[in-house]
């Protein structure tokens, strides 16, 4: 069975300052992988996504992840936050050709002034 | 082009009492997925509908139920509620073309359901 986790339930970062949030999957089978992002009182928005090819993936909003197959690692990035960016952040898998999406429990990141 | 809509955004009901939550997907979209959000189990899958079929399906009981119009407009229904069935109520819509193995998805705003 497939699983994602999400080890940091909240991350709080100073404005300007860089983040990283951590990802990491098990799962027997190929996967594509998601970054999600959810504002307050909205659904999810889709910030990237890795399906193959290089392993440095750029989404909206200045975000970036890098897939890593032998740590089995996702992990988000941006060099500088702002204040807008306060959300939840949320990352998925999909076993390839299943049309399933498994999440995490996401991760609050907090952005303070 | 218009967004996932659902409807209605917000409801509150009474344990024992079912309700049905409505979702229309993105125009030209035939793939639907439904989610339950709460604050200490993140999104859990319920069910997925395409082409009028239950494709994939959670570990929800047998209370939670849906299903899929010719126009790809999905519902989902929930009996006897209990106050655990509280929750933020997401359906999310794709593509789905074929010879693609994977789907990306579209997410509406969400139901919030309150059960007291």
């Known amino acids: 069975a497939q699983s994602v986790t999400q080890l940091d339930s909240q991350v709080p970062v100073f404005e300007e300052a860089p983040v990283e949030l951590r990802c990491n999957y098990s799962?027997?089978?190929?996967?594509?992988l998601f970054w999600y992002v959810q504002y307050p009182n909205q659904g999810l928005q889709l910030l990237l996504k890795y399906l193959s090819g290089s392993t440095l993936v750029k989404g909206i909003n200045g975000f970036e992840a890098e897939f890593n197959k032998s740590q089995t690692s996702f992990h988000l990035r941006k060099p500088s936050v702002h204040i807008s960016d306060t959300a939840e952040y949320f990352c998925?898998?999909?076993?390839?050709?299943?049309?399933?999406?498994?999440f995490g429990t996401g991760t609050r990141l907090k952005v303070l002034a | 082009k218009a967004g996932v809509t659902q409807t209605p955004r917000y409801l509150i009901k009474t344990r024992g009492q079912q309700v049905t939550l409505s979702c229309s997907p993105i125009s030209g979209h035939r793939s639907v997925s439904w989610y339950q959000q709460t604050p200490g189990q993140g999104l859990q899958f319920l069910f997925e509908?395409?082409?009028?079929?239950?494709?994939n399906k959670g570990n929800f009981p047998g209370r939670f139920s849906g299903r899929q119009f010719s126009n790809s407009r999905s519902e989902m229904n929930v009996s006897t509620l209990e106050l655990g069935d509280s929750a933020l109520y997401l359906c999310a819509s794709s593509l789905d073309p074929t010879g693609i193995p994977y789907n990306e998805q579209f997410f509406g705003p969400g139901t919030r359901l309150t059960v007291l």
């Open positions: 998925a898998v999909s076993p390839s050709g299943t049309y399933k999406y498994i």
């Open positions: 799962s027997s089978v190929s996967v594509y």
């Open positions: 509908y395409f082409s009028e079929t239950q494709r």
